[in-house]
């Protein structure tokens, strides 16, 4: 999530916090142990208005060398021009503005489905990731996107920080879902890299507690 909502301290936060998630041993004890010992992995930025850049282009993870990669683009990636902070942030709306800067959820699960259908592999199991600090105040309720996802086979997962009272309720309503989807909700920022650290070997336990598989995280 870089919606207008996000300072540059929560940007930086989310970066090192998955920076550090893909190179975290359990992570990458918990691929080895997979029946393909590898995962298909891509990440990408969003906000609204079609703003959805690809960071981490679909990627194999099977070993810490193949981590480190991915943890050096996210280090790399380019950072949001923060001077407007604030202009968008309306507590509800449900007007789409093109001008990007909102909290698309939709439309952010959207693009990873799209992304999910252009990997140049086959995966045992597909989850979705969306990590954010706000309600979608922008276009269509994202709970229609989730369950065309589920549909498909895929799983939806959320990492949810800040002081909002309403976000974690909001996410498990309208955003997670599929076999063992769940959410991790963060109150403090300063303690979002720490839980994103976790964040990727969780899924793998989860797809493990359904099948031996490995699973495609992103």
């Not at 309306?90 to 959820?105: E, K, L, W």
């Amino acid at each position: 999530d870089v919606s207008d909502s996000i300072t540059k301290q929560d940007e930086w936060l989310q970066y090192a916090g998955l920076a550090r998630g893909v190179v975290d041993a359990e992570f990458l004890a918990r691929i080895a142990e997979g029946l393909e010992q590898r995962i298909g992995f891509a990440a990408f930025t969003w906000s609204s208005g079609g703003q959805v850049e690809v960071i981490v282009p679909w990627t194999v993870i099977r070993s810490r060398a193949d981590a480190e990669r991915v943890a050096a683009q996210f280090d790399a990636a380019p950072r949001i021009d923060r001077t407007g902070f604030g202009m968008y942030r309306p507590a509800t709306s449900s007007v789409d503005t093109p001008h990007g800067g909102m909290t698309d959820i939709a439309e952010a699960m959207e693009a990873a489905v799209r992304l999910s259908l252009t990997a140049p592999y086959r995966a045992r199991r597909t989850v979705i990731n969306v990590l954010s600090n706000g309600v979608d105040n922008n276009g269509q309720d994202p709970s229609g996107v989730r369950d065309q996802a589920v549909r498909m086979g895929i799983t939806i997962n959320g990492v949810v920080f800040g002081t909002r009272q309403d976000l974690p309720d909001y996410f498990r309503r309208h955003v997670i879902g599929g076999p063992g989807a769940f959410l991790a909700t963060v109150q403090q920022p300063s303690d979002l890299p720490t839980v994103l650290e976790k964040k990727f070997w969780l899924d793998l336990i989860a797809g493990l507690a359904l099948s031996r598989g490995p699973a495609t995280a992103g």
